[in-house]
């Protein structure tokens, strides 16, 4: 169930369904009868108004209506159009509902009942207006149930198009929708259920998702535990571009890149400031390197096979010039926060020496010095990686990490508490230390995510970044175990 389908692809799927031999009027027969079962699990009888749009997303509100009705339940329905502007399923489905069909009008809702969303589906074109507005927002402190998306969220992008209810359930169908999971949509939609509607998994085949939701399941098979008969030098040496002032960032990072399991890591920093670096954890190396020609030296031992270049180095011509050292000497790169705003204004000069041994990793700021223009969250990182060759990994709690050939990955398990001072610089550093063992970028960008998150949860409030890297060797145990 990690595959995520657009709003298209679960056209797709419904209609490969049919063509299959299920019956529309069966699939949503069978979408109705899902919501009612989360309901009535959740809820005892109580007033409910099922608020039902012109599409095939109110004709699952006429299913819903008639099986509460059925069991017991006491229900109004109420239709935003006409009934004899139903068509398809929708009609067939409306024809089976023997109560009465009320106009729709915020008055419904009237006397606190349970709201069952079944205005719009994930594939609204426009923002709401007029009545269509006006009901979403007396469903304000109501206990509502979302058929599909709340109303107003679109599914591909997670996007509010003007106005969008707060569920506290939304039911969906076969697969989740990228709306599900991004922000805001993700926060609207309160719990969210995936229902069999008996759509077989095969229309997959022929559907070919390319975008998921990020987890284990994904890159377990690939992850580089150490062997038996490895060394340090074969577990990687990383390196870490130290900075002059903001020391804490390349330390942080370095011992992430450690934790990760990276078998050395070198941070190469200015002469002034190696007694601070020095006096750090003695598991990292120091080297100081006075100018540019002194880091290209120490990047051509061939042992030295990726390098993490932005956290506290500083913006400027300093940190550019580092970079593109980097990328000369054919390294993996993970490029981070400096690394990427040193580049602001001149984006051409990184973007065509980067491939896929690189990985960005920007929150939503440096993503737009690098890549300016507009766009959804999936859309703008999906073509920023296709634009540049490498990978990218767009951070915030919804982070997306995108790859050049179109695969998506959506990452939802970072709480709140990751915004702190110092935690992107450790997942900078976790994803070098898993680069430089050889984990593929694509892989190690999405492990090193999960991993970020994983770990904050296992701190839980009170975190702050230094906690983190302490807390991966009860993850990776659990990890490997198969425990998570």
């Known amino acids: 169930m990690d595959e995520l389908l657009s709003v298209a692809e679960m056209y797709r799927a419904d209609a490969l369904a049919m063509a299959g031999g299920v019956p529309g009027p069966v699939l949503m027969e069978a979408a109705g009868a899902a919501v009612v079962r989360a309901v009535r699990e959740r809820w005892s009888p109580h007033p409910t108004a099922v608020l039902c749009g012109p599409g095939n997303n109110g004709g699952d509100g006429f299913v819903i209506a008639r099986l509460l009705l059925e069991a017991g339940w006491p229900v109004r329905l109420a239709l935003l159009g006409t009934r004899s502007a139903l068509r398809g399923d929708a009609a067939v489905?409306?024809?089976h509902w023997g109560g009465p069909v009320e106009a729709a009008d915020p008055a419904i809702l009237d006397g606190n009942?349970?709201?069952?969303?079944?205005?719009?589906?994930?594939?609204?074109?426009?923002?709401?207006?007029?009545?269509?507005?006006?009901?979403?927002?007396?469903?304000?402190?109501?206990?509502?149930v979302a058929v599909d998306v709340p109303s107003g969220v679109h599914g591909d992008s997670g996007r509010v198009m003007g106005v969008a209810p707060q569920a506290a359930l939304t039911v969906t169908f076969f697969r989740r929708k990228p709306g599900h999971l991004l922000l805001p949509g993700r926060a609207l939609c309160g719990e969210v259920i995936v229902a069999d509607i008996g759509i077989p998994d095969t229309v997959l085949d022929a559907i070919d998702p390319k975008t998921l939701e990020n987890g284990p399941g994904l890159w377990?098979?690939?992850?580089?535990?150490?062997?038996?008969?490895?060394?340090?030098?074969?577990?990687?040496?990383?390196?870490?571009?130290?900075?002059?002032?903001?020391?804490?960032?390349?330390?942080?990072?370095?011992?992430?890149?450690?934790?990760?399991?990276?078998?050395?890591?070198?941070?190469?920093?200015?002469?002034?400031?190696?007694?601070?670096?020095?006096?750090?954890?003695?598991?990292?190396?120091?080297?100081?390197?006075?100018?540019?020609?002194?880091?290209?030296?120490?990047?051509?031992?061939?042992?030295k096979n990726a390098v993490l270049l932005g956290p506290g180095a500083g913006m400027g011509d300093f940190t550019r010039a580092r970079v593109l050292v980097a990328?000369?000497?054919?390294?993996?790169?993970?490029?981070?926060?400096?690394?990427?705003?040193?580049?602001?204004?001149?984006?051409?000069?990184?973007?065509?020496?980067?491939?896929?041994?690189?990985?960005?990793?920007?929150?939503?700021?440096?993503?737009?010095?690098?890549?300016?223009?507009?766009?959804?969250?999936?859309?703008?990182?999906?073509?920023?990686?296709?634009?540049?060759?490498?990978?990218?990994?767009?951070?915030g709690a919804d982070t997306v990490v995108a790859a050049p050939d179109g695969r998506v990955v959506i990452n939802t398990n970072a709480p709140p508490d990751l915004a702190t001072a110092g935690s992107g610089d450790v997942l900078a550093g976790l994803a070098l230390g898993l680069v430089a063992q050889g984990m593929d970028v694509f892989d190690a960008a999405c492990a090193a995510a999960w991993l970020h998150g994983e770990a904050a949860n296992a701190v839980g409030p009170g975190l702050i970044a230094e906690d983190l890297p302490d807390a991966l060797p009860g993850v990776l145990k659990r990890l490997k175990a198969g425990e998570v």
């Open 93 to 95: 489905a409306a024809e």
């Open 113 to 144: 009942p349970l709201v069952i969303d079944a205005l719009f589906g994930a594939g609204l074109a426009r923002p709401l207006d007029g009545i269509a507005k006006a009901i979403v927002e007396a469903m304000a402190g109501l206990t509502v």
């Open 220 to 303: 377990r098979r690939r992850y580089p535990w150490p062997r038996l008969d490895a060394h340090k030098y074969a577990r990687g040496h990383a390196v870490v571009l130290g900075g002059g002032r903001m020391t804490g960032a390349a330390r942080l990072a370095a011992r992430a890149a450690l934790r990760a399991g990276a078998g050395l890591v070198t941070v190469a920093c200015p002469p002034e400031p190696f007694p601070i670096y020095a006096a750090g954890s003695p598991s990292v190396i120091v080297h100081p390197v006075e100018d540019d020609a002194a880091f290209e030296a120490l990047l051509g031992d061939a042992r």
């Open 327 to 395: 990328l000369e000497a054919g390294k993996a790169c993970v490029l981070d926060a400096d690394a990427l705003t040193s580049f602001a204004g001149r984006p051409a000069d990184l973007i065509g020496r980067l491939n896929g041994r690189c990985l960005l990793t920007p929150h939503e700021g440096e993503f737009a010095r690098v890549f300016p223009g507009e766009g959804d969250k999936l859309s703008r990182a999906r073509a920023a990686a296709a634009r540049c060759g490498a990978v990218v990994l767009l951070k």
